[in-house]
C-alpha cells in the first residue's frame, strides 16, 4: 500500500498522522520463529540487517508486519545517509519502525480498519519488549500540529492515513497521503557526463523517469559526492554501460555522456520542477535498490478541494470516522474479535487462514460479519461483466444522508437516456472518494495495465503537455457502474465524439451567475433562445445541477472547433449587447462582478462539461436536468431538480433530449451574413 502525494498538510477527525520514515520500506514475515525480511520488490534485507530479522524472530506469532528500516540520529529521527553507510561500516542505531500489520497467526488483517490493525500491532511490539523493533505511533485528528513539529525537528514529512480504511497492498490510494518538507524524487540513472577540469571519473548523472512506458528526460545531477563517492559510482555505473541512449528524445549534454541500461535507481532531493517536467538543482542523496526502475515515476501533488481547509464539517467528520470513533481507545478484542491472549492470536469471528509457502503469505479474505459485508458491497451483472461495488453504504452527502450505493442506483435507472451523451466519447473524471465533503481529484489518463481488460480508453495527446493520455469511454452500463464506484459522482464528457474529435456535435453556451440573482440566467437564457430562434436555429436547455444553465445548438459535427467557438462567440456578444446591464462575455470575474457570464470558451478540443442527467457534487444532491423551453421562466429552481426525482420526471415528461442528435443546424449560413 502506497502513499499519494498531496500538496499541504491539514486536520481531519477519523484520520491519524504519522511520522515519514526516511529509511528502507519492508516487509517482515514470520513462520515458526524464522522471518524473512524484504523491499517491496522483493530485494532480502536478511543480510544486511541481519539484527533486524533477529529481533523480529523473537515474535511468538506468526505475522506480517510492514514498516521502515531506519537509522535514527538527531532529534529521534531517521538518518538516511547514516543507513547508507551501515552496510558497509555495520554502525548506527538500527531500528524497525513498525506500522501495519496484515497478518496474525493465520488471519488475514488486511479487511480490519487500520485502527484495529495498529491497537493489535501495538500490543505485539509491546510484547516484543526489543528496542530493534518499534510501534511506529501516530497522532489523531491533528496533521497540522505533526507537521509544524517535523518542519521544527528537520523531519523529511507526515504521513496522513485514513483511519477507517483497510489494506490493499501495492496500490498507490487516497487513504493514505504524504506531505513533503523536502522535495526528494526517485529518479533513474540512464548516464554520465565526462567531467571538466578537476572533477574526476563522472561530470553528472543523467537522470529519467517514466511516463507509461516511455523513458523521460528529466535533468543532469553532479551535486551530492565526494572523491570517494565519485570512484564508488563510476566502478558500479561500468556494468551497465549500452552505446545508445535509452531516451527517445535527444539529451543535449556539454560533455560526451556514456549511456547507461535504465536500471539503476537513485534518489535526489531538489528545489523544484520546471515548466518543461526538468529538476532544479537536483542533488544526489543515495542508491535505492530497493526500488524497481519501471516504478519510478514524477511524483506530482493532488490538489484537492478541501485538502486546503484545515477542517471538515462536523457532518463529514462522522462519516470519515464511521468506523473509526473511539477505536483509538478502543481493546483489539473489541473492535476487530482477534485478541493476544497466552502468547497466541484469538479469533472469536473471523476465521479464515492465510497459509505460508515458499516464504510468501497466501491470503484469503476475513470473514467478517456477513450481514453488514453483505450491505456494504455488492457485485451487478452488467453487459455481461461482473462489476465489483464497493462501500455503497458510505455517506456521499452528509446532510441529504444520501449513500455510495443510491448513486449508483440512480445512474443506472437513467442509464438509457444518460449512455446516448457519452458514447465514444473521452471522460474526465472528477473522483470523490469520500462524498461531496471529502478531498476530490481529476483523473483523464488511465492506466491501462491495472484497469479490467473489458474496459475500453482510447489515445489523444494533450495539447497542454505533449503527451498522450489514455481517456476513459462509457458506452454501456457496465462502464458507468465502474466508473461511479471509483467515485465520480459527476460525468463529463468531451464535446466530440472518437470518429471526429475536431468536429463537437453540439456547441455550448454556459450561462453562469456571479453575484447576481437566478432570474438574471433565466431572463439571458430567454434572450439567448430569441436570438437563435431568429436565424433559424434550434436549441436545447438544461440545468447546470450547479449555479446555472447550459445551452446546447446542435451542429451535426458538421463544422470544427474553430467555426463552432466563432458562432458561441457571436451569439454571445450579441446577447451582451442586447442585455449589457446584467451580462458579460469578460472572463476575469473581478472584471465582471454582478453579471451573468456568458461563457463561449468551453468549445475547444478537450474541453468536457456535466452531462445531461449527470449528478453534481454540490448539497442536495442537483443534477444537471434537460428543460423545456417553456420551463426557462421566473419559476425555474435548480434546486427543484435532484436525484430524488429525476427519474419519476423522466417517466412523466420522457427525454425532453431524445432527438438532439437528429437536428442539424445551418450555422455558416447564419455567420455569412453577418459578415455581409
Not at 492465510?354 to 452488467?382: H, I, M, Q, Y
Amino acid at each position: 500500500m502506497l502513499a499519494t502525494l498531496v500538496d499541504e498538510p491539514f486536520d481531519r477527525e477519523g484520520w491519524i498522522f504519522e511520522t515519514k520514515w526516511d529509511g528502507y520500506r519492508a516487509i517482515a514475515q514470520v513462520q515458526d520463529g524464522a522471518a524473512e525480511l524484504y523491499s517491496r520488490n522483493q530485494l532480502s534485507f536478511n543480510k544486511v540487517y541481519a539484527p533486524i530479522k533477529a529481533a523480529v524472530e523473537k515474535i511468538p506469532h506468526n505475522v506480517v508486519l510492514d514498516g521502515e528500516v531506519v537509522i535514527l540520529g538527531a532529534n529521534n529521527y531517521t538518518d538516511f545517509q547514516a543507513l547508507q553507510n551501515y552496510k558497509s561500516t555495520g554502525k548506527g542505531k538500527l531500528t524497525y519502525e513498525v506500522f501495519d500489520l496484515l497478518h496474525l497467526d493465520g488471519h488475514d488483517l488486511k479487511e480490519l480498519t487500520l485502527i484495529e490493525r495498529k491497537t493489535l500491532l501495538q500490543e505485539l511490539v509491546k510484547q516484543l519488549d526489543d528496542p530493534l523493533v518499534r510501534y511506529s505511533a501516530h497522532v489523531a485528528d491533528k496533521g497540522n500540529k505533526l507537521f509544524e513539529k517535523a518542519q521544527k525537528d528537520g523531519w523529511e514529512g507526515i504521513i496522513a492515513k485514513n483511519g477507517a480504511s483497510d489494506y490493499v497492498e501495492g496500490t498507490r490510494t487516497l487513504n493514505w497521503l504524504k506531505m513533503k518538507i523536502l522535495n526528494r524524487q526517485e529518479v533513474i540513472i540512464c548516464g554520465y557526463t565526462e567531467p571538466r577540469g578537476s572533477r574526476k571519473k563522472i561530470g553528472a548523472l543523467i537522470l529519467g523517469v517514466y511516463e507509461k512506458s516511455k523513458l523521460r528526460y528529466v535533468g543532469h545531477c553532479g551535486g551530492g559526492f565526494n572523491d570517494q563517492g565519485l570512484n564508488d559510482m563510476h566502478a558500479l555505473l561500468q556494468k551497465y554501460k549500452q552505446e545508445d541512449s535509452p531516451f527517445a528524445e535527444k539529451v543535449k549534454t556539454n560533455t560526451a555522456v556514456t549511456w547507461l541500461k535504465p536500471e539503476l535507481v537513485c534518489e535526489v532531493k531538489f528545489a523544484g520542477w520546471t515548466e518543461d517536467g526538468i529538476l532544479r538543482q537536483p542533488i544526489f542523496v543515495a542508491l535505492r535498490e530497493d526500488k524497481a526502475a519501471k516504478s519510478v515515476k514524477q511524483e506530482k501533488p493532488i490538489k484537492g478541494k478541501t485538502m486546503a481547509t484545515k477542517t471538515v464539517t462536523k457532518a463529514a467528520a462522522k462519516v470519515a470516522a464511521k468506523k473509526t470513533k473511539g477505536s483509538v481507545k478502543a481493546s483489539a478484542a473489541e473492535r476487530s474479535d482477534i485478541s493476544l491472549k497466552g502468547g497466541k492470536a484469538m479469533a472469536a469471528k473471523r476465521s479464515d487462514i492465510s497459509s505460508f509457502k515458499g516464504g510468501k503469505a497466501k491470503t484469503a479474505k476475513v470473514a467478517a460479519d456477513k450481514s453488514s459485508k453483505k450491505e456494504n458491497d455488492r457485485t451487478l451483472l452488467l453487459n455481461k461483466q461482473s462489476v465489483v461495488l464497493t462501500n455503497q453504504q458510505k455517506i456521499y452527502w452528509p446532510q441529504e444522508k444520501i449513500t455510495k450505493g443510491q448513486l449508483v442506483d440512480y445512474y443506472m435507472e437513467v442509464a438509457d437516456h444518460l449512455l446516448p451523451h457519452l458514447k465514444d466519447r473521452p471522460l474526465s473524471l472528477h473522483r470523490f472518494p469520500n462524498g461531496i465533503t471529502g478531498m476530490s481529484f481529476y483523473q483523464k489518463d488511465m492506466d491501462v495495465k491495472t484497469i479490467p481488460s473489458w474496459l475500453k480508453t482510447v489515445s489523444f495527446l494533450a495539447e497542454s503537455t505533449g503527451k498522450e493520455v489514455d481517456y476513459l469511454l462509457c458506452n454501456d452500463k457496465a462502464t458507468l457502474a465502474y466508473m461511479i464506484n471509483l467515485g465520480c459522482i459527476e460525468v463529463n464528457p468531451w464535446l466530440s465524439r472518437i470518429s471526429k474529435p475536431e468536429h463537437p456535435d453540439n456547441i455550448v453556451i454556459d450561462l453562469d451567475p456571479e453575484g447576481i440573482p437566478f432570474s438574471a440566467v433565466v431572463e439571458t437564457a430567454q434572450c439567448v433562445h430569441e436570438i437563435l430562434k431568429k436565424f433559424g436555429i434550434n436549441s436545447y436547455c438544461k440545468t447546470s445541477g450547479s449555479r446555472g444553465l447550459h445551452i446546447f445548438i446542435p451542429t451535426g459535427a458538421k463544422y470544427e472547433y474553430d467555426t463552432c467557438r466563432l458562432f458561441a462567440e457571436f451569439i454571445a456578444r450579441e446577447t451582451n449587447a442586447q442585455l449589457p446591464g446584467i451580462t458579460s462575455v469578460v472572463r476575469t470575474k473581478s472584471q465582471r462582478k454582478k453579471k451573468v457570464y456568458v461563457d463561449f470558451l468551453q468549445n475547444s478540443h478537450g474541453q468536457t462539461i456535466a452531462a445531461p442527467y449527470s449528478v453534481r457534487p454540490k448539497p442536495g444532491a442537483t443534477v444537471s436536468t434537460p428543460l423545456d423551453w417553456k420551463e426557462v421562466n421566473e419559476k425555474l429552481n435548480i434546486k427543484d431538480f435532484h436525484i430524488g426525482n429525476t427519474v419519476s420526471r423522466l417517466k412523466k415528461k420522457g427525454d425532453l433530449w431524445a432527438n438532439i442528435y437528429k437536428d442539424k443546424n445551418d450555422l455558416k449560413a447564419v455567420l455569412k451574413k453577418q459578415v455581409k
